[in-house]
């Protein structure tokens, strides 16, 4: 049975919801505490922005040595062998010529070629479609924060004015429709569901079929956490994109991949899965606070080029933020190797 999550002008209140998990009243509170951190604040702590730094302090001769523990630092903090071997080959052949007076503008250099490879990968999501609603389909596997994501692109597209209607697609997972729910009433967000157990793709079929009668703007739409090497689960994330293209040829509009910043070098088995699956058109980031290497960002922009939406720097809503390429650099690098 289809459920609506929110109460509307004319009927009766809505069930009240469950209690709130213990994540998400710990991500409340904290929210309400803390102020907005800067992306170097979040870094300070990071794996790449330590070595990094290490490395330069125990290296002050510009030669050979130094090149190659630095392909092998990043290699380490999940850039990838090949956006490592491209960054450092660039760097050897201008040492080789000289152009680097002193260890900073070797840094400096290293800087802008990392920024020079997120810059043409940081693509905000601009919702626009020629009918309504924007369909978006979040997916990826397990514990990468995708549910919580959903709620924070909630508040995001409110804040700039949408409406928006959740779909509770993770029928699976029982907690993650009530998860869903928790976010929707925080962010006065119809959610819609169906009963545990239900067909996913009947639920966003039907979810669609009401946001299009209502004038929604945008529908987000969950689905379970799957792992990307069970193809059963794969090819029903197929079925969704099949049954939403009866109401509408183009839906989904986007297709955001939730990676998890911590998981490293196995970002790239995942994205590569589920393109093939589903045909990502953007990837999430999570975790990228704390002690996270954060160098996977550079891997999948150099494997795959797909748009970086957004990155996860924490656990309140405004913690998701917009991708920003040289923010980012800034925060995983010291400017200067004074500041190391």
């Known amino acids: 049975m289809l459920k609506f999550w929110k109460k509307k002008e004319g009927e009766e209140p809505a069930p009240p919801p469950p209690a709130a998990p213990a994540a998400d009243a710990k991500a409340a509170k904290i929210e309400a505490l803390t102020p907005r951190r800067s992306w170097r604040d979040r870094f ?23 090149l190659d523990e630095l392909e092998t630092t990043l290699i380490g903090a999940d850039v990838g062998v090949a956006a490592s071997t491209q960054l450092v080959e660039a760097l050897r052949k201008r040492m080789d010529k000289l152009e680097f007076a002193n260890a900073d503008a070797l840094l400096d250099a290293l800087r802008k070629e990392l920024t020079a490879l997120l810059v043409p990968v940081a693509v905000p999501l601009l ?12 997916v990826g596997v397990n514990g990468v924060g ?22 509770a697609g993770d029928t699976f997972r029982a907690a993650a429709v009530e998860q869903l729910r928790t976010w929707g009433e925080r962010n006065d967000v119809p959610v819609i569901a169906q009963g545990s157990g239900a067909d996913s793709a009947s639920v966003i079929f039907d979810a669609l079929q009401s946001s299009r009668a209502r004038g929604v703007d945008i529908l987000v ?9 069970q193809g059963g689960l794969m090819d029903e994330l197929s079925k969704i994109r099949r049954v939403l293209a ?48 954060g160098g996977v960002v550079f891997a999948l922009a150099k494997e795959f080029g797909l748009p970086i939406r957004y990155v996860g720097l924490g656990e309140t809503a405004d913690d998701l ?19 190391a």
């Open 44 to 66: 300070a702590k990071s794996v790449l922005n330590r070595d990094v730094r290490d490395l330069f302090k125990r290296h002050v001769k510009l030669d050979d040595a130094l």
């Open 127 to 138: 919702p626009q479609s020629t009918q309504l609603p924007f369909v978006i389909l979040m």
């Open 321 to 339: 933020r917009e991708f920003d390429a040289a923010a980012f650099v800034d925060g995983l690098l010291p400017e200067s190797l004074g500041d």
């Open 221 to 229: 739409a969950d689905t379970a956490g799957r792992l990307h090497t």
């Open 146 to 167: 995708k549910t919580t994501t959903i709620g924070k692109l909630a508040r995001r597209f409110q804040q700039q004015g949408h409406s928006v209607v959740l779909a």
């Open 246 to 293: 009866k109401l509408d040829a183009s839906a989904p509009h986007e297709v955001l991949l939730v990676i998890d910043g911590t998981t490293g070098q196995n970002a790239i088995n995942q994205v590569r899965q589920f393109r093939d699956a589903i045909g990502v058109t953007g990837l999430v980031v999570t975790k990228l606070d704390g002690s996270a290497k």
